[in-house]
T-cell receptor, first 110, second 113 residues
């Protein structure tokens, strides 16, 4: 079982819609969770982090964490073509390693 | 600009060459990381340094040799690489190894010929 799993996509949504990106992780001891955005040919850019169960909102982005289900998600409201990128879920597992999923490619169509 | 700078941005090297990648962070962080990103594969953690001490070597071949002289600088020394080592090599730093977000440099695109 992979430590961090994401649907590789591509996920295609129309402009203005809500994009929903999902991630599951295997280590129940994990305590911190991150979403990165990576444009083609660029390095990953941190967009959200969440430590506690529930929702965390930052502008058009909402991170959701459910530790009982070992599930973390990212919602992007009012999606824009500039949001088209690969979104990486990362989990800080016990021992201090930051482990990444394979990423979900998001395409926002005008 | 994330405060993490990598040089060079692009590198082409032969299989018999020796080269080094450099990473410098200006964030006052204590932990630094090397990741490898190959096409269509997840980021692979290679090495972790915390307060200059190596805390993780993720079964990386010895042709990759890291060096961390202080908390602000990290090197990756390369020798006798293989074509399959061609990838984007990313450096990152964080305040600590647990619970804190990591910031990435721009990466070095390495091609082994």
């Amino acid at each position: 079982q992979k430590e961090v799993e994401q649907n590789s996509g591509p996920l295609s949504v129309p402009e203005g819609a809500i994009a929903s990106l999902n991630c599951t992780y295997s280590d129940r001891g994990s305590q911190s969770f991150f979403w990165y955005r990576q444009y083609s040919g660029k390095s990953p850019e941190l967009i959200m982090f969440i430590y506690s169960n529930g929702d965390k909102e930052d502008g058009r982005f909402t991170a959701q964490l459910n530790k009982a289900s070992q599930y973390v998600s990212l919602l992007i409201r009012d999606s824009q073509p500039s949001d088209s990128a690969t979104y990486l879920c990362a989990v800080n597992v016990p021992g201090g390693k930051l482990i990444f999923g394979q990423g979900t490619e998001l395409s926002v169509k005008p | 600009e994330t405060g993490v700078t990598q040089t060079p941005r692009h590198l082409v090297m032969g299989m018999t060459n020796k080269k080094s990648l450099k990473c410098e962070q200006h964030l006052g962080h204590n932990a630094m990381y090397w990741y490898k990103q190959s096409a269509k594969k997840p980021l692979e953690l290679m090495f972790v340094y915390n307060f200059k001490e190596q805390t993780e070597n993720n079964s990386v071949p010895s042709r990759f040799s890291p060096e961390c002289p202080n908390s602000s600088h990290l090197f990756l020394h390369l020798h006798t690489l293989q074509p399959e080592d061609s990838a984007l090599y990313l450096c990152a730093s964080s305040r600590g190894v647990s619970y804190t977000e990591a910031f990435f440099g721009q990466g070095t695109r390495l091609t082994v010929v």
